[in-house]
C-alpha cells in the first residue's frame, strides 16, 4: 500500500511546487526545493574542506540525481564555490528552475576548460578523454519517500549525511596502463594546509646551520628536523603550493614524507617578511646508505641501482624536492639556493658527485615530453646501465627516427635552439633545471641515467641525473664553489648565524 501512495503523494506534490515556483530559478530555486520538502545534509569540516575553490572540477554521484538529490549537490558546492553546474539528464531536463544550473553533456569540456566545477551522475557522462580531478560525493540514507509526498505531514527537517571522497588509490591506473573511464580523470587535491605561525618557523630557522647570507638580506640555513617542526611542515605546505602550479604536487595539504625527518635542508629565509623563499633537500648518501642501505634515499622509491653505482655512494651527495615560493620567482632565489649548497660542498670536500629526480610536469603536451626526454637521454645519457626505472617512460618507438633527425647528438646547442624552436608552439620551455644541470659541468661530467613516471606526484617524468664535481665549469665553480666567491656573497658566517 505505501509504495503507491508515495507515488501519487510524490506526482501531486512536486507538481503543486512546480506551479508555486514558476518563475523562480537558479539557486533560488535550489533554496526553495530544500525549504519545502524539509530537505537538508550534514557533511563534517573536514570533508567540506576537499573541495577547491577554484579550478577545475568534477563531483561524481553515485546515481543520476532527482530533484531533491540534486539540490543538495548544488547547494553543498555552493557553499564553497558559485561556479558550479550539473550535468542534465533526463530527470532534470523538465525542471525550468534548474536549467541555469545545467550543463548538456556536450558542453562539459568548454564548463572544466573554464575551470568550472561540474556534477555528474555517472562516468558515462563524461568525455572519455577528460583531464580533470575527480571527487566522489555520496548522498547516504536516500529514500524518495523521506522527501516527496510525505514530507507534506513532517513538521522537521529530514538531514542525510553527505560523504565526499577522493579517488581511491586501488581505482588509479599504473603508468602505461589503459584508463578506464572513471580512472582517467585526477585525484581531486585537497585544500593546502594553512601557513605555520612564522615566528615559531623563525624561531626553529634560528637553531639551523647559516651558510651565509644573501646581499638583499636574505639569509641561507641548513636545517635538520625535529619531531613536530614546524620548518617542516611550511616547507611540504610550501612544496605542494609550487608545485601545483605547474601541474604537479601530491595533491595533499602538505608535500611531505618520511625522508624529510632524516634529510637536511638548505633553506633560504627573508627575515624581512618572515618567509621560506625556497629550499633543497640534502641526502647524505654515505651517511644514510651505510645506516640504513639504500633503500634510505629518496631515489630509490623512484629508480634501481645496480652495484657499480651504489660504490659511489660514498661520495655522493642526494639533492631534490627543491622549489622556490611563486612571490619569488625570477628573483634569485634558485641561484642564491645553490650558492647555499656551493657553500655546503665547500665544508664537505669529501663529495664528489650529486646526484637527484629532476621533473618534467605532467602538465607539459606529452609531444613536448618525448622531445625532452629524447634531446637529454641523447645528449646527456649514458651505455653503461647503472640505474633503471620502476616505472620507465618510453618514447614510442614509432616517434624515434622523427626525433632522431632533429636532435641526431652532434652539436648540443644548435640542437638545443631546434628544441626551443619545436616547443615554442606548445607553449612551454625547456625546463630550468634540466637546462642548468646539462650545462654546469664539462662533457661527460652531467648524465642522466633513466627516466621515471611517478605515479605518486601527478604523473610527472623524473630524469635521474648525476653530477662529476670533478668537471664543473671553471666559471661555474668560480660562481658557486670557490671560497672567495662564499666569503664575498654570503657574507661572514658568525655575523650572519647571529640574526638569522
Not at 640534502?282 to 644514510?288: I, V
Not at 634510505?296 to 655522493?316: N, V
Not at 648540443?412 to 633545471?433: D, S, T
Request: aromatic letters at 8%; charged letters at 25%; one cysteine or more.
Amino acid at each position: 500500500m505505501l509504495k503507491p501512495l508515495v507515488k501519487l503523494l510524490r506526482e501531486t506534490d512536486v507538481n503543486a511546487f512546480l506551479a508555486a515556483t514558476e518563475g523562480t530559478e537558479g539557486f533560488e530555486f535550489v533554496e526553495r526545493v530544500l525549504d519545502r520538502f524539509n530537505a537538508t545534509y550534514t557533511v563534517t569540516g573536514r570533508e567540506i574542506e576537499r573541495l577547491p575553490a577554484d579550478g577545475r572540477l568534477v563531483l561524481l554521484a553515485d546515481r543520476a540525481p532527482g530533484l531533491v538529490e540534486a539540490a543538495i549537490l548544488l547547494k553543498l558546492a555552493r557553499q564553497v564555490r558559485a561556479d558550479v553546474r550539473m550535468v542534465a539528464n533526463d530527470k532534470l531536463l523538465g525542471l525550468s528552475g534548474l536549467r541555469p544550473l545545467l550543463v548538456p553533456q556536450e558542453a562539459i569540456r568548454a564548463a572544466l576548460e573554464k575551470e568550472e566545477a561540474v556534477i555528474a551522475g555517472s562516468p558515462e557522462e563524461l568525455p572519455a578523454d577528460l583531464d580533470a580531478p575527480v571527487l566522489r560525493v555520496s548522498v547516504g540514507g536516500w529514500r524518495p519517500a523521506r522527501f516527496y509526498g510525505l514530507a507534506a505531514f513532517l513538521r522537521h527537517d529530514v538531514a542525510v549525511p553527505v560523504r565526499i571522497r577522493a579517488v581511491a588509490a586501488a581505482e588509479r591506473p599504473a603508468p602505461g596502463k589503459a584508463r578506464p573511464k572513471l580512472l582517467g580523470l585526477r585525484a581531486a587535491p585537497m585544500p593546502i594546509a594553512a601557513p605555520e605561525d612564522r615566528a615559531q618557523v623563525r624561531r626553529e630557522l634560528q637553531r639551523g646551520e647559516v651558510l651565509g647570507a644573501t646581499g638583499d638580506g636574505k639569509k641561507i640555513i641548513l636545517f635538520d628536523a625535529t619531531p613536530d617542526s614546524a620548518v617542516v611542515r611550511e616547507l611540504g605546505r610550501l612544496r605542494e603550493v609550487a608545485f601545483r602550479r605547474v601541474g604537479e604536487g601530491t595533491g595533499k595539504r602538505r608535500d611531505i614524507d618520511a625522508y624529510d625527518a632524516y634529510y637536511r635542508h638548505v633553506v633560504l629565509w627573508d627575515d624581512a617578511d618572515l618567509q621560506i623563499a625556497g629550499a633543497y633537500r640534502l641526502g647524505e648518501a654515505a651517511k644514510l646508505v651505510a645506516a640504513r642501505g639504500p633503500a634510505a634515499l629518496y631515489t630509490s622509491t623512484l629508480f634501481s641501482y645496480c652495484p657499480t653505482l651504489e660504490d659511489r655512494f660514498p661520495e655522493a651527495l642526494e639533492l631534490g624536492r627543491s622549489f622556490v615560493q611563486p612571490r619569488y620567482q625570477g628573483l634569485r632565489a634558485l641561484d642564491y639556493l645553490w650558492q647555499g649548497i656551493g657553500a655546503y660542498l665547500l665544508a664537505h670536500p669529501e663529495i664528489r658527485y650529486l646526484f637527484g629526480p629532476v621533473s618534467l610536469s605532467a602538465a607539459y603536451p606529452e609531444r613536448a615530453r618525448r622531445m625532452i626526454v629524447f634531446f637529454f637521454r641523447r645528449h646527456f645519457g649514458t651505455q653503461e646501465e647503472v640505474a633503471s626505472a620502476r616505472f620507465p617512460y618510453a618514447v614510442p618507438a614509432a616517434e624515434e627516427a622523427a626525433l632522431d633527425a632533429l636532435f641526431p647528438g652532434h652539436d648540443y646547442a644548435g640542437e638545443l635552439r631546434v628544441l626551443k624552436k619545436e616547443l615554442e608552439p606548445l607553449r612551454v620551455p625547456v625546463p630550468i633545471l634540466y637546462k642548468q644541470y646539462s650545462e654546469l659541468c664539462e662533457e661527460g661530467g652531467t648524465r642522466f641515467l633513466a627516466f621515471n613516471v611517478d605515479p605518486a606526484f601527478s604523473y610527472c617524468v623524473d630524469g635521474l641525473v648525476w653530477v662529476d664535481l670533478r668537471k664543473v665549469k671553471a666559471a661555474k665553480r668560480s660562481r658557486y664553489m670557490s671560497q672567495g666567491k662564499a666569503a664575498a656573497t654570503l657574507g661572514d658566517q658568525s655575523a650572519a648565524r647571529k640574526s638569522a
